[in-house]
């Protein structure tokens, strides 16, 4: 259900669906780096399910001296153009925090064999409207535009708040950088932007620097006006990718954070991308269930938990380690430093975990998200088992980033 490349966490990362496979392309750094001057190479991994994914190794590198993204590269948008495939991404200079977009193909099946197109960024940010040292998450917006049309994460030009910046371009390689698209409110930083289109016209989804979520916009055309949906992942969800799963649903993936603090760490598993009822929301995904056994147990294990929420109540997921708790029906959910209040109260609860991330979902709706490193030993007498679904082994065991953390040691019991 989550994946990290061997060694190392992943931030920024595209999805790209080739006949029955799906190429994972992503930012990657080892464990110990903690700037994003870590970024020094994309990660390369295959799945046919999207849920276990084969790892094929480093794709692609930072250039040489004096190029501009000689430092690091990060945010790859991967996409397919005829018979060859391209890449837009973020490099970094040497010595320099100015971000521009660069643009590499490739005529590779197997995801290999990138060539870039120049030493120099693609686009850079126009100072009349963007700060010049925010030029991130290229995304190429999928429209019937007869220009080719660039998102991207970006600031104002007078001070730090969030936009999405926007470019048009003929051929990929020339572009002409355009005002910024401008969802309402003080925003503190705008990331991995992704646009799509609806049937009542586009939705804007990117995270919010603070809190550190992933929020949906709507407008009517590309140029907007942008009204606010709100918040549709709970804190600590980050990099947000649209793609199709075999049976044409629209599924969202995203990181969550390995560690606190920062916004790399391991893929979760997708969500539904729900946008019928007004208001977008990411709901379980039933091909969740083909990883599950259809049998429950009541020793350590990964794996599903269904709850009725009749009343208040509460749930050890681990001996010793913060308690899930609901009160009102289950329309107030906690679970260690995490809360969130329901506009209505949920009959049932899901609670999915995988090592040490949790996830709660309330009738199926993903409302809290959480990394619980609290200590595993067997649980206190008195407590009653409750009977879970384990998750069945995805693929061999590795040794990466989920190894920080035995998820074999899992326990979960009524209080």
């Known amino acids: 259900m989550r994946y990290a490349p ?15 496979h799906y190429h994972l392309v992503h930012a990657q750094r080892a464990l110990d780096h903690g700037d994003r001057a870590g970024f020094t190479s994309f990660g390369h991994a295959v799945s046919t399910d999207l849920v ?9 590198g930072v250039a040489g001296p ?19 495939t391209a890449m837009l991404y973020t490099g970094l200079a040497d010595g320099r ?34 700060g010049v040292n925010d030029w991130r998450d290229p995304f190429l917006v999928d429209g019937d535009a007869e220009r080719w049309a660039m998102v991207v994460g970006a600031t104002g030009r007078d001070s730090r708040a969030g936009v999405i910046g926007l470019a048009v371009s003929d051929d990929l390689v020339e572009w ?13 930083g705008l ?37 606010p949906c709100g918040p549709i992942a709970p804190e600590g969800c980050h990099a947000p990718r649209l793609v199709r799963d075999a049976d044409g649903a629209m599924l969202l993936l995203h990181t969550v954070s390995r560690r606190g603090g920062s916004t790399d760490g391991v893929l979760a598993q997708p969500k539904v991308l729900d946008t019928t009822g007004g208001r977008p929301r990411l709901r379980w995904w039933c091909g969740t269930e083909d990883h599950l056994s259809g049998q ?11 709850i009725g929420c009749d009343g208040p109540g509460e749930v050890v997921l681990r001996a010793d380690g913060p308690s899930l708790t609901w009160t009102e029906g289950a329309r107030r959910i906690s679970f260690g430093d995490r809360k969130v209040v329901l506009d209505e109260p949920a009959a049932e609860l899901r609670v999915l975990a995988v090592g040490d991330y949790v996830e709660v979902y309330a009738d199926d709706v993903f409302v809290l998200s959480a990394v619980d490193h609290s200590a595993r030993c067997p649980p206190k007498s008195g407590r009653r088992p409750h009977p879970v679904r384990a998750l069945l082994p995805i693929g061999p065991p590795r040794d990466d980033a989920l190894a920080v953390t035995p998820s074999s040691l899992w326990t979960i019991a009524d209080t």
Do not use: K
């Open 6 to 20: 061997p060694g190392s966490l992943l931030d920024g990362f595209t999805v790209l669906r080739r006949g029955a």
């Open 97 to 130: 925090r100015t971000e521009g977009t660069g643009l590499a193909f490739t005529a590779s099946g197997d995801g290999s064999g990138w060539l870039r197109v120049s030493a120099d960024p693609v686009v850079r940010p126009d100072p009349r409207w963007y």
């Open 52 to 60: 276990s994914w084969e790892t094929r190794g480093p794709c692609f």
């Open 176 to 188: 002409e950088v355009r005002p910024p698209l401008e969802p309402p409110g003080d925003l503190d």
């Open 191 to 227: 990331g991995g932007p992704v646009v799509e289109r609806t049937p009542d016209g586009w939705l804007l989804l990117a995270v919010v620097g603070r809190p550190r979520r992933i929020e949906a916009w709507a407008a009517p055309e590309l140029g907007g006006p942008w009204e």
């Open 66 to 84: 004096g190029a501009f993204d000689s430092a690091a590269i990060r945010g790859p948008h991967v996409f397919g153009l005829g018979v060859q």
């Open 296 to 306: 429950t147990r009541t020793g350590p294990t990964d794996g599903l938990l269904g």
